[in-house]
């Protein structure tokens, strides 16, 4: 029995031990597996990561060749930018070379009709001379003692009353002359070769006639531009002098009470006014030739609230809305300004002429901008971006006009061009003028009136498409036209430095011709609230008129 439990106990140790062992076994093998799993673990992760690393590094060399393509382009680009800026310049440099050739020799030509004219002169001074020399000489061997003495006097004094007048003139055209000098900024070596020019005329100065793009009156002027100017205006002088007679006379019959005074004068600008235009908040704008705009409180003892600063040429057009201002000038811009605060806003370019001409179309959507360049430009004031460009003028622009969906264009050209704003085109052109067509209002009834350099203001027909009238009542060129619907009054600015109003109720007469500036008028506005009239001149100052 203690044999037999004896190998029982061995037996069962003995199975101990093997179990032992083959537990062992069990757990090696397991941490043989989990090692083997944790090798394959970790050689996935290296192959992920191996692959994100190749994905990385190809992702780098495409960013690195997309870089380098896009610098490529860029380089290329800019060397394309900068060979059009350099043709660019190249052909600036041509047009300004030709322009200056084409100016010094108009500038020559002027100076030689000038020289020669004063030449024919003396000649003809001389000749008219030796003939009342050989006149007298015949009367006193002719008359008697007594009767020779009286005709000697009178003969002495009608020369004397002539070398009189001559002096006054050169005294009157040399203070004109230090005038322009004063408001043009002109150096004092052009004005003394100017005033050696005895047969310089009336100084009537209308710059705009220096050229189709060119306003000469914005910088200094050289002695041949002055020249050219002052042969232009001796040609303007000749027109004015072989005008046909005047067709209207003041109506005598319109009571004293009922005629328009001047009842005080606005002095801040240093140059010629060129527009005007009066807000419902009882503000008048003012823009000029000194690169400014002022804004003045008529309802405050017309004060001068602001000065707008920011064009580098002369301001020749405003047009003001609601909440927006907008400015044109010679330097090829549209200025944007506030209207609450008077603050600038941004700007308008895409004109390669001077602005001339402003007007809000499409209850103040739209923007029309006329340009010495020859076209129109619609502007969208929401973007700012320029909608259409209208072409078909041959000269500049002067003049816009907007009702409805019609915008009427009055140009250098000497036509008045009619435009559907919502087809863009031209359905129109008016032809009548037989000089460059200045201003351009609309009227009542289906009319338009135009103002021309031929001295002339046409009244059209819309529904004919023709001239039904044409006043021919100042001496000078008519630079603006204004018509006030509520009065059926026609009010015109011109060079003869008066102010005519037209009753156009019926018949057309003259009702009052309102002369206080001292040069030519250029721009008009009118108050109905106040029934005052707003004048701007070529002697800087603006002058307000009432009904007496």
Known sequence: EERRRAEEEERRRAEEKEEARRRHLEAEEEKRKQKQAEAEVRALLEAEQRRQEEEQRKLYVQKQAEEFERKRKEEEQEAKRKEQDRKARLREEEEKRIQLETDRRLAAEAEQRMLALAREREAQERQRREEEEAEMSFLKQQLKEDEIKRLLSKQEEERRRVLLQEEAEARDRHRQLDFIQQGNHSSPAAARSLRSLQSVGRMSVDYAAMGQFVQVEEDEETAEQRLKRLEIERQSEARRMSAVPFMFQLDATI??????????????????????????????????????????????????????????????SIAVGEKLAFSGSAD??????????????????????????????????????????????????????????????????????????????????RTIKIWDLRSMTCIETLRGHSERVSTVCIGKADTIFSGSLDFTIKVWDMHKMRCMETISSHSGEVHKLLYDPIGSRLFSGADDKTIKIWDMSGKTRLVDSLQEHEGSVRALAWDSMRQTLYSGSWDRTIKLWKIQ
């Open 255 to 316: 009571p004293e009470e009922l005629k328009f005074s001047c009842i005080g004068t606005l002095t801040s600008h240093t140059n010629t006014v060129r527009d005007l235009q009066m807000t419902e908040d009882d503000r008048l704008w003012s823009a000029s030739h000194d690169y400014t705009i002022r804004v003045w409180d008529m309802a405050r003892e017309h004060i001068c609230i602001k000065s707008l600063r920011g064009h580098s040429r002369g301001v020749w």
């Open 332 to 413: 090829r811009y549209i200025r944007v300004w506030r209207t609450d605060n008077l603050e600038p806003i941004y700007k308008l370019k895409g004109h390669c002429g001077g602005v001339y001409a402003l007007a809000l179309a499409d209850r103040e959507a739209h923007l029309v901008s006329g340009s010495g360049d020859e076209t129109l430009k619609v502007w969208d004031l929401d973007s700012g971006a320029c909608l259409h460009t209208l072409t078909g003028h041959q000269l500049g622009v002067w003049s816009v006009a907007v009702e409805d969906n019609l915008l009427y264009s009055a140009s250098w050209d």
